[in-house]
């Protein structure tokens, strides 16, 4: 080996140590960075040709072993940075769906007496003592004291559905501008990190701030990220491709505000709606699955609640007489004028005041038969069945909640673990780093030492050719 090789050797190998110095002592300071990944540098032997004066035997051209920086790399695991992501669309849309039924679980809640348990039940017993008092004017004021307690709760619970609704429009249009800047800002990045990449200089924070935004965006979208060397990530939603490279397909919210039509997400002017399946999708999953189907079926049994209350209710009523001695009218009504069906947010106490409630039987020729109160006890048991009703919309409702929460659990569970496996993968550990940073502090004062003894054994020959 010639001195000149002690020379390359050494100061390849102090350029090569100098790098995994820089790469540690980065990794240290952004050790709690956000989104920070690892940086690493392999190294790799390399030839060194050395000629000269002081070759080795006089020999020419004799090649040995160097040093140098093999690869400079950002580490990550695409697959679990994937699976991550999966996990926390399905904790967000799961959370998201719990928060906004929890919400109506309170309004529909079967241990107050506000409740439309109560309200049916407090109906029930109202004509039951009716039943067993009906000449009494202090039992039927409290008829109808219960029937438009009744009414107002129905009227309540609707309101509290529409107003859901409205809010879970306005967040999910919130949600889509917010998800349309991510998608801006993945472009964006893409463009920065290939120019970069083409100028020999790659951006790895720019990488690192793709990465977090993509998880950001996870949060939103069920969003799948592929890596193109040429074009930066591809991103894809429900199959659509949303990014590729700098180009963005931003995401639309059709027919909110609309109750003809059914709210939608659509994908740029493609005409594609987001179709978030039976669970997970995100935010904007859950609360595309809300606005379809979840809300409008609870709005549906309420309803349908409340004209089987009306229907029946009117049925046994327009049966029987009342103190002025006509025949029942309708109890209730709807002030809509609908004939479709009674609404949840439309019915009314119909009768003007307590004498017109119908609550003895006829005797068949058109007279009332005063101690016959069967009208008013089958009304007081056809309330008291529909409870029921009641009882069972706000146990299926609650039912939700809790799949809603457990789901939650799960995922956010799946995500702490690939979360963790994804640290030991790509994240800093700073005792291990400090542990290399001792290691390559002395590598480096060792490749300093060869050069120290090559310039020791240079200044040796030099002295003995004078």
């Given at each position: 080996?010639?001195?000149?090789?002690?020379?390359?050797?050494g100061?390849?190998?102090?350029?090569?140590?100098?790098e995994?110095?820089?790469a540690?002592?980065?990794?240290?300071?952004?050790?709690?960075?956000?989104g920070?990944?690892?940086?690493?540098?392999?190294?790799?032997?390399?030839?060194?040709?050395?000629?000269?004066?002081?070759?080795?035997?006089?020999?020419q051209?004799?090649?040995?072993?160097?040093?140098?920086?093999?690869?400079?790399?950002?580490?990550?695991?695409?697959?679990?940075?994937?699976?991550?992501?999966?996990?926390?669309?399905?904790?967000?849309a799961?959370?998201?769906?719990?928060?906004?039924?929890?919400?109506?679980?309170?309004?529909?809640?079967?241990?107050?007496d506000?409740?439309?348990?109560?309200?049916?039940q407090?109906?029930?017993?109202?004509?039951?003592?009716?039943?067993?008092?009906?000449?009494?004017?202090?039992?039927?004021?409290?008829?109808?004291?219960?029937?438009?307690?009744l009414?107002?709760?129905?009227?309540?619970l609707?309101?509290?559905?529409?107003?859901?609704t409205?809010?879970?429009?306005?967040?999910?249009?919130?949600?889509?501008?917010?998800?349309?800047?991510?998608?801006?800002?993945?472009?964006?990045?893409?463009?920065?990190?290939?120019?970069?990449?083409?100028?020999?200089?790659?951006?790895?924070?720019a990488?690192?701030?793709?990465?977090?935004?993509?998880?950001?965006?996870?949060?939103?979208?069920?969003?799948?990220?592929?890596?193109?060397?040429?074009?930066?990530?591809t991103?894809?939603v429900?199959?659509?491709?949303?990014?590729q490279?700098?180009?963005?397909?931003?995401l639309?919210?059709?027919?909110?505000?609309?109750?003809?039509?059914?709210?939608?997400?659509?994908?740029?002017?493609?005409g594609?709606?987001?179709?978030?399946?039976?669970?997970?999708?995100?935010?904007?999953?859950?609360?595309?699955?809300?606005?379809?189907?979840?809300?409008?079926?609870?709005?549906?049994?309420?309803?349908?609640?409340?004209?089987?209350?009306?229907?029946k209710?009117?049925?046994?009523?327009t049966a029987?007489?009342?103190?002025n001695?006509g025949?029942?009218?309708?109890?209730?009504?709807?002030?809509?004028?609908?004939?479709?069906?009674?609404?949840?947010?439309?019915?009314?106490?119909?009768?003007?005041?307590?004498?017109?409630?119908?609550?003895?039987?006829?005797?068949?020729?058109?007279?009332?038969?005063?101690?016959?109160?069967?009208?008013?006890?089958?009304?007081?048991?056809?309330?008291?069945?529909?409870t029921?009703?009641?009882?069972?919309?706000?146990?299926?409702?609650?039912?939700?909640?809790?799949?809603?929460?457990?789901?939650?659990?799960?995922q956010?569970?799946?995500?702490?673990?690939?979360?963790?496996?994804?640290?030991?993968?790509s994240?800093?550990?700073?005792?291990?780093?400090?542990s290399?940073?001792?290691?390559?502090?002395?590598?480096?004062?060792?490749?300093?030492?060869?050069?120290?003894?090559?310039?020791?054994?240079?200044?040796?020959?030099?002295?003995?050719?004078?």
């Open positions: 080996m010639s001195v000149n090789s002690l020379f390359d050797i100061s390849t190998s102090l350029r090569a140590v100098g995994k110095i820089d540690t002592s980065q990794n240290i300071a952004n050790a709690e960075s956000e920070y990944r690892r940086r690493r540098v392999s190294l790799s032997s390399r030839s060194v040709a050395a000629t000269g004066l002081y070759a080795s035997n006089g020999a051209d004799v090649t040995s072993s160097g040093v140098g920086v093999k690869q400079f790399e950002r580490v990550r695991d695409g697959m679990l940075v994937a699976a991550r992501n999966d996990a926390q669309s399905g904790e967000s799961a959370r998201e769906e719990g928060r906004v039924l929890g919400v109506l679980e309170g309004g529909l809640a079967t241990d107050t506000a409740s439309l348990s109560a309200s049916l407090g109906l029930a017993d109202g004509f039951s003592n009716l039943a067993n008092n009906p000449e009494s004017q202090g039992v039927r004021e409290s008829v109808l004291g219960r029937a438009r307690q009414t107002d709760t129905f009227g309540r609707d309101q509290r559905l529409g107003e859901l409205t809010n879970t429009e306005n967040a999910l249009a919130g949600n889509v501008e917010k998800a349309n800047g991510l998608l801006d800002k993945v472009a964006s990045l893409n463009e920065q990190i290939e120019n970069a990449r083409a100028g020999g200089s790659p951006d790895y924070a990488e690192d701030q793709r990465d977090q935004t993509v998880k950001e965006l996870s949060k939103l979208l069920p969003v799948e990220a592929q890596e193109n060397r040429s074009d930066g990530y991103l894809t429900d199959g659509m491709t949303v990014v490279g700098d180009n963005v397909t931003n639309s919210p059709e027919n909110l505000n609309n109750p003809d039509k059914t709210p939608t997400v659509e994908f740029g002017e493609t594609v709606a987001f179709e978030p399946g039976d669970e997970g999708g995100g935010e904007i999953g859950a609360q595309t699955r809300l606005l379809n189907d979840t809300l409008p079926g609870v709005q549906e049994d309420l309803d349908t609640l409340a004209d089987d209350v009306v229907q209710v009117n049925g046994e009523h029987g007489y009342d103190q001695g025949t029942g009218e309708n109890f209730f009504v709807d002030k809509s004028g609908t004939t479709a069906g009674n609404t949840a947010g439309n019915i009314e106490l119909n009768v003007d005041g307590p004498k017109d409630i119908a609550a003895v039987a006829g005797d068949g020729s058109g007279n009332p038969l005063p101690g016959d109160t069967t009208p008013a006890q089958n009304i007081a048991d056809v309330a008291s069945d529909l029921t009703g009641a009882t069972d919309l706000a146990a299926g409702v609650g039912t939700q909640v809790q799949e809603a929460a457990a789901k939650e659990e799960a956010a569970a799946v995500g702490e673990r690939v979360q963790a496996q994804i640290e030991d993968v994240g800093v550990s700073v005792d291990q780093q400090l290399s940073l001792i290691e390559q502090q002395q590598q480096f004062a060792a490749s300093a030492q060869v050069l120290t003894t090559a310039r020791e054994v240079s200044s040796t020959l030099l002295s003995i050719a004078r």
